[in-house]
Nanobody, 116 residues
């Protein structure tokens, strides 16, 4: 069964940086799209950043210019570099992966907390 495992979350002060990682295991193919979403309790899960297998990226409006998504060329591992973190970035960050035929997978999430 496909597993997505996130790491790198934690507590950081306003203006600080963190890098999240997500690795997919038990996957005999390359995902078409991989990315990050985040969720605050009581709110909808929102897009942070996604990257297609050919390198196209899409960012949520609130993170443009501060966050950067990257992906290893040879496998199913992605990163999210988060700079100039703000208290509003506090959320549970989820890794997401999707195949070209519509199958979708989620990780368990990693908590990011930004103190003011």
């Amino acid at each position: 069964q496909v597993q997505l495992v996130e790491s790198g979350g934690g507590l950081v002060q306003t203006g600080g940086s963190l890098t999240l990682s997500c690795v997919a295991s038990r996957v005999p193919f390359r995902f078409n799209v991989m990315g990050w979403y985040r969720q605050i309790p009581g709110e909808e899960r929102e897009l942070v950043a996604v990257m297609t297998s050919n390198g196209q990226t899409t960012y949520g409006d609130s993170v443009k210019g501060r966050f950067t998504i990257s992906r290893e060329n040879t496998g199913n591992k992605i990163y999210l570099r988060m700079n100039i973190l703000q208290p509003d970035d506090t959320a549970l960050y989820y890794c997401n992966a999707a195949t070209s035929y519509g199958a979708e997978y989620w990780g368990q999430g990693t908590q990011v907390t930004v103190s003011s």
